[in-house]
Antibody
Framework: QVQLQESGPGLVKPSETLSLTCTVS????????WSWIRQAPGKGLEWIGD???????NYNPSLKSRVTISLDTSRNQISLKLSPVTAADTADYYC?????????????WGQGALVTVSS | DIQMTQSPSTLSASIGDRVTITCRAS??????LAWYQQKPGKAPKVLIH???SLESGVPSRFSGSGSGTEFTLTISSLQPDDFATYYC?????????FGGGTKVEVK
């Protein structure tokens, strides 16, 4: 059974760094792209970026200057760092996997982690 | 970036209704389109990939069609479990982009 589980602080101060981890079980990390997607309260879905199992990353240009996505295959984890944050970064953050461009959409999703940016 | 535009943004319908949601891409995406269903407080769930291929376990009342720039998601007979928000998403080029969503609500 494939499971993705996001974890990390639920409250981050403005100008600081948002850090989240996604732990994967039930599937090999190889051959998949691992994405972070966010959803502001009451809003739509925004793709943040992804990382392939070889470590190659792709980022949304709108966030590229502030985002780092990496993976640790030994721990079956994907991490997200976003810095510096503002109130506009308050959102549910999801990790999800896909086979890649021109292959597939997001097959499996984590339950999401709500991160609030507030002092 | 490829812009994905969904219509309508909200749709009011009754049990048994046939429901159609449209998604338009700002440039051709061939058939590289997925549809998702999201319920409040839950992660999206994929319904259809490659524009018209139903995911395993998804009821056959859901269907997708289209190619190029215009796509539709149809629910042939709306059921109580189908009241949710639906999103389209293109996966032919980066950045991956979603439509703005269509909320299907009780009429």
């Amino acid at each position: 059974q494939v499971q993705l589980q996001e974890s990390g602080p639920g409250l981050v101060k403005p100008s600081e760094t948002l850090s989240l981890t996604c732990t994967v079980s039930g599937v090999s990390m190889r051959s998949y792209y691992w994405s972070w997607i966010r959803q502001a309260p009451g809003k739509g879905l925004e793709w943040i970026g992804d990382v392939y199992y070889d470590g190659i990353t792709n980022y949304n240009p709108s966030l590229k200057s502030r985002v780092t996505i990496s993976l640790d295959t030994s721990r079956n984890q994907i991490s997200l760092k976003l810095s510096p944050v503002t109130a506009a970064d308050t959102a549910d953050y999801y990790c999800a996997n896909t086979l890649g461009i021109d292959i597939g959409g997001f097959d499996f999703w984590g339950q999401g982690a709500l991160v609030t940016v507030s002092s | 970036d490829i812009q994905m535009t969904q219509s309508p943004s909200t749709l009011s319908a009754s049990i048994g209704d046939r429901v159609t949601i449209t998604c338009r891409a700002s440039q051709s995406i061939s058939s590289w389109l997925a549809w998702y269903q999201q319920k409040p407080g839950k992660a999206p769930k994929v319904l259809i990939h490659k524009a018209s291929s139903l995911e395993s376990g998804v009821p056959s009342r859901f269907s997708g069609s289209g190619s190029g720039t215009e796509f539709t998601l149809t629910i042939s007979s709306l059921q109580p479990d189908d009241f949710a928000t639906y999103y389209c998403q293109q996966y032919t080029s980066y950045p991956l982009t979603f439509g703005g969503g269509t909320k299907v609500e009780v009429k």
